[in-house]
Nanobody, 117 residues
Framework: VQLQASGGGLVQDGGSLRLSCAVT????????WGWYRQTSGKQREMVAT???????NSAESAKGRFAISQDDGKNMVYLQMNDLKPEDTGAYYC????????????WGQGTQVTVSS
């Protein structure tokens, strides 16, 4: 397994979760890491990204609530999610996007986040 996401669960509206992604390779070799969300019937969408300079980018819906970070020493990528809303519900995945518009890794199993109202 190259990407293992964890930390999801069932939380109430306004709750918090911290997602973790364990990578079996050196994450510092990749310029960008990201978290992505997929909900039923929709395409996978970017939630947040971080580059190897520490610069982050977030979807508008995540700004001010979610924070992405990485720990090169542990080969881990994290997503702190605060003030969760029912529309944040979905399966969350991590991956490293490549310059060609694809991703360096096969998508792992992801971790399910369910926010109840």
């Amino acid at each position: 397994v190259q990407l293992q996401a964890s930390g999801g669960g069932l939380v109430q509206d306004g709750g918090s979760l911290r997602l973790s992604c364990a990578v079996t390779r050196s994450i510092s070799r990749f310029k960008v890491w990201g978290w992505y969300r997929q909900t039923s019937g929709k395409q996978r969408e970017m939630v947040a990204t971080i580059n190897n300079g520490g610069i982050t980018n977030s979807a508008e819906s995540a700004k001010g609530r979610f924070a992405i970070s990485q720990d090169d020493g542990k080969n881990m990528v994290y997503l702190q999610m605060n003030d969760l809303k029912p529309e944040d519900t979905g399966a969350y995945y991590c991956n490293a996007p490549n310059p060609s518009g694809g991703y360096y890794f096969n998508w792992g199993q992801g971790t399910q986040v369910t926010v109840s109202s």
